[in-house]
C-alpha cells in the first residue's frame, strides 16, 4: 500500500522520520511488530498509519487514561474517527462507544486492559474483525517489565478470539529480557522486532550524589533560571511533591495520584499551555504528555530502575534543543528500595496464606481478607502477586478466586521468588548507572541492548563535558590528591588489582567515600578503566567486586600533568544560576578538555550490557613515523604552537605529542576520522577539526 499519501493528507507529515518507515511497512502488510522506540520518537504514527492504510477498527489498549485522551483527542483533530472506554466516562458514553464499534463507524477504539475481565466484553470485540490490535506501554506485560500490571499479564489470552489482525506491541523501555517476555506472553507470530533510537543527542545527562536534606534547596536553585524551565521534578512521595511544590512557588504545582482528578487535569491543562513552568510529581505524571519544550528534568531521589529514569528523562527536549536532566542520590535511597520492596512484595508465608483461602469460585476479597486478620495493604500486594504467578484471578468488581487448586505453593513460589529476585536486581543496576565511571548515554543506550549504537559518548553528559556541567562543580585536584592518584596507576602497572585492595595498599587512610572519588576521575580521564568480576568463596557463593587496570593512557602518563577533574562536593549544593559556564580550569594542565576520552573499553556497570568499542589508540610497540609522517607531525606541532598562542595556553593543552603523533599515523580525511583517534573528543573535534583535515590534506 501507497504509506506516503496517507501520511501527508491525513497526518501532515512530509517525510517520515527515522526507522517508522520500516515499522510501517511491516504491520500494514500485516505481520506482527514489537517496536521499542524511546519516548518522543514518534512510536504512536507507527500503529495509527497503517491502521488507516487498512481501513476497518484498530484497537488501541493503553494503561492511562491521560494517554488514551491525549491520543484520541489528537486524532479526532485530524478528522479520524475515535473513541474510548475507561473509568473516567459515563456508562451511556461507553455503550454508545460500544454501539459506534458495532456499527462500524470507528477508526480507533481505545481501552484499558482491565475492560477486557468486563463479562462479555471481548466476545463483543470478536463480532467485529479489527483492522489491527496496538498494545501500548507494552512492558507491562512482563513479569519482568518495571511498571507490571496484572490484567496487561493476561491480554495474551483474550488476543486468539480477535486474530487474525496483526498485532503489534509498543514500548520505550523494553531490555532485551523483557522484549522476550513481551513476545512469549503475547504470543506473537514471528514478530518483526524493530529495537532503535535510544541515543539523545540534545540530552545532557548529570548524576550527582547528594544527601537528601539539601536536595529541595539546590533544586530551587537550579530552576531560578529561566532557561533550565519548564521543568519536570520527579520525588519519591506525594509529600515530597508537596513541599518541593509549594518550596519552588506560585509557578509550580504538585501532581500525584493523591490528588482529585479536577486537580490534576488542572495541573497538567496549565503545564501543557504554559501557564506552570514546574511540575513536581511522583512516577504517576508524564506518561503521554505530549510538551515538547520541558528543558530540565530532575529526579530528587534513585528511581527504582534504569527503565523509569529512561522513560522520565525522555520527556525534556523532545523538540530537539539541548536540554538537561539531573540525578540526586545517594546510599540512602538505596535503603528507601529496599523498603518498598520489602512492603510491596510480602514474605512468601503471606502469599501462601492468602492462597489457603482461595477457591474456585468467587469470593470478596474484603471477606477474605478479614478472616485472615491481614492488613490491607499487605493483602492487596498479596493478591497481586497471586495474579501476577497465575495461581488467582480477580473479576471486575474484585472477587477473586484460585485458578488452580490442585497446584502446590510450590509451583508459583519459584516464579515469585524469580521475579523479587530480578526486581532486585532492577534496584542494582540503577545503583550501578548512577556510581559509573561512563559516558551516562552509552550506559543507557547499552542497558535496552541497541548493540548498534554503543561506539559513540554523547559528549553532553558531566562524565564526557564535566566543564559545561550546570548542577555541579568541577575543579582540578589537591596536591595531596594528585600523589595519591599518581600512587594509584603506579600501583595498577604490574597488574589489574580490585578497587578495594587498591584502597588499602595506596591510601589507607582514606575511606571508600573518599577514595572511589579519586579513582572515578581517573577513570573519567582515560588514565584507567574499572569493571566489574566475579570470584566464588569458600562457601560457593559467586561475589561481585569491582577490578581497576591500566589504559594505554595511564600507562604511559610519565611526568606529563594528570588530565583531571574532581567533583566538588562543597560546591554542589550551590549550582550556576547563570548559563552553562566556561571551563573552571583556567590556564591549568586541566584545561585539556579532551583528554576526558569519550569512549571506554569496559564499563562499571554491572549487567548494563557489553562494553562500547574502543577509539584507536596506539599499540604498545608501534613502528617509528614514516618519513612523510614526520613531515605532517612537524606541520601539526607548527600550527599547534600558533594556536596555543593565541589561546594563552601551554602547547599541550590543544593536543598532546601523543595524539598529534596519532593524527600523523591516522592521517585523517573526515571528522569522523577525527573522533577515532586516542586524545580527540568532540568539542576538539569541532573546534580544530577543519583545521586539521587541511594540513592532513591540503
Not at 378 to 397: G, P, R, V
Not at 552 to 578: F, Q, V
Not at 672 to 680: A, E, K, V
Request: aromatic share 6%; glycine share 6%.
Amino acid at each position: 500500500m501507497d504509506l506516503l499519501a496517507p501520511l501527508h493528507s491525513t497526518f501532515g507529515h512530509a517525510a517520515f522520520r527515522a526507522n517508522q518507515q520500516a515499522v510501517c511497512e511491516a504491520l500494514t502488510a500485516g505481520r506482527d511488530v514489537l517496536l521499542v522506540m524511546p519516548t518522543g520518537a514518534g512510536k504512536s504514527l507507527c500503529y495509527q498509519l497503517p491502521a488507516v492504510a487498512r481501513g476497518g477498527t484498530a484497537l488501541v489498549i493503553s494503561p492511562l487514561i491521560a494517554l488514551m485522551d491525549d491520543q484520541s483527542s489528537k486524532l479526532a483533530a485530524l478528522g479520524l474517527r475515535t473513541a474510548r472506554i475507561h473509568s473516567g466516562l459515563s456508562r451511556e458514553d461507553s455503550r454508545q462507544a460500544c454501539r459506534d464499534f458495532l456499527d462500524g463507524a470507528l477508526q480507533f477504539l481505545f481501552i484499558a486492559p482491565e475492560r477486557l475481565r468486563v463479562p462479555g466484553f471481548p466476545e463483543m470485540l470478536a463480532k467485529r474483525e479489527l483492522s489491527l490490535i496496538a498494545i501500548d506501554e507494552a512492558h507491562c506485560i512482563s513479569a519482568w517489565g518495571h511498571d507490571f500490571r496484572p490484567d496487561y499479564r493476561t491480554l495474551g489470552d483474550h488476543l486468539p478470539s480477535l486474530r487474525p489482525a496483526p498485532v503489534i506491541a509498543l514500548t520505550a523501555t523494553a531490555t532485551p529480557q523483557v522484549q522476550r517476555d513481551i513476545v512469549a506472553q503475547l504470543r506473537l507470530n514471528t514478530p518483526d522486532l524493530f529495537i532503535h533510537g535510544f541515543r539523545r543527542s540534545n540530552l545532557a545527562i548529570e548524576v550527582v550524589e547528594m544527601s537528601k536534606p539539601r536536595r529541595n534547596e539546590f533544586t530551587v536553585n537550579l530552576l531560578k533560571d529561566e532557561t533550565r524551565r519548564p521543568a519536570i521534578v520527579y520525588t519519591p512521595s506525594r509529600k515530597a511533591a508537596e513541599e518541593l511544590a509549594q518550596q519552588l512557588g506560585r509557578h509550580a504545582a504538585a501532581y500525584h495520584a493523591g490528588l482529585d482528578p479536577a486537580t490534576r487535569d488542572d495541573v497538567q491543562t496549565r503545564f501543557l499551555t504554559g501557564k506552570l513552568d514546574t511540575v513536581v510529581a511522583t512516577i504517576a505524571f508524564g506518561m503521554g504528555i505530549d510538551k515538547a519544550d520541558v528543558r530540565t528534568v530532575v529526579h530528587t531521589a534513585l528511581p527504582g530502575s534504569v527503565e523509569s529514569f529512561y522513560q522520565e528523562i525522555g520527556r525534556a527536549g523532545r523538540d530537539g534543543l539541548p536540554s538537561r536532566t539531573v540525578l540526586l542520590h545517594s546510599f540512602a535511597d538505596r535503603k528507601m528500595h529496599d523498603f518498598f520492596l520489602e512492603r510491596d512484595y510480602p514474605a512468601a508465608t503471606e502469599l501462601i496464606r492468602v492462597a489457603s483461602r482461595l477457591t474456585e469460585e468467587f469470593q470478596p476479597a474484603e471477606e477474605i481478607r478479614l478472616k485472615l486478620k491481614m492488613e490491607e495493604e499487605t493483602f492487596a500486594n498479596a493478591i497481586d502477586k497471586l495474579i501476577a504467578q497465575n495461581a488467582a484471578s480477580i473479576d471486575i468488581a474484585g472477587n477473586v478466586r484460585a485458578t488452580d487448586t490442585t497446584a502446590h505453593h510450590k509451583h508459583w513460589q519459584n516464579g515469585y521468588d524469580q521475579q523479587l529476585a530480578l526486581r532486585r536486581g532492577q534496584i542494582d543496576r540503577m545503583v550501578a548507572f548512577a556510581e559509573s565511571a561512563q559516558c551516562r548515554m552509552t550506559a543507557l543506550i547499552q542497558h535496552f541492548g541497541d548493540t548498534a549504537d554503543v561506539s559513540r559518548p554523547c559528549g553532553r553528559c558531566d562524565f564526557c563535558a564535566p566543564e559545561l556541567a550546570t548542577a555541579q562543580v568541577f575543579r582540578p585536584p589537591t596536591a595531596d590528591e594528585d600523589k595519591i592518584m599518581r600512587k594509584i596507576l603506579r600501583a595498577l602497572l604490574t597488574k589489574p588489582t580490585s578497587t578495594g585492595r587498591l584502597n588499602t595498599e595506596v591510601a589507607p587512610h582514606l575511606d571508600r567515600k573518599d577514595f572511589n572519588p579519586l579513582l572515578n576521575a581517573l577513570a573519567s580521564a582515560g588514565m584507567i578503566q574499572i569493571n566489574t568480576d566475579t570470584f566464588t568463596n569458600e562457601k560457593d557463593e559467586e561475589v561481585t567486586y569491582k577490578k581497576a587496570q591500566l589504559t594505554y593512557e595511564g600507562r604511559t602518563l610519565g611526568d606529563d600533568p594528570l588530565p583531571i577533574l574532581l567533583k566538588d562536593a562543597e560546591a554542589a549544593s550551590a549550582p550556576s544560576k547563570s548559563k552553562p559556564r566556561k571551563s573552571t580550569r583556567g590556564k591549568s594542565a586541566h584545561q585539556d578538555n579532551d583528554r576526558v576520552p569519550q569512549v571506554r573499553d569496559g564499563s562499571i556497570v554491572a549487567n548494563l550490557g557489553s562494553s562500547a568499542r574502543p577509539k584507536r589508540a596506539p599499540s604498545e610497540e608501534l613502528p617509528p613515523l614514516t618519513p612523510e609522517q614526520q613531515q605532517l607531525e612537524t606541520k601539526l606541532r607548527a600550527w599547534r604552537k600558533v594556536e596555543a598562542t593565541k589561546l594563552g595556553q601551554p602547547a599541550f593543552v590543544v593536543f598532546g605529542d601523543k595524539t598529534l603523533q596519532a593524527i600523523a599515523r591516522e592521517n585523517p580525511r573526515t571528522h569522523d576520522d577525527l573522533l577515532n583517534i586516542s586524545g580527540i573528543g568532540p568539542s576538539k573535534a569541532e573546534k580544530f577539526g577543519d583545521q586539521i583535515l587541511e594540513l592532513c590534506h591540503p
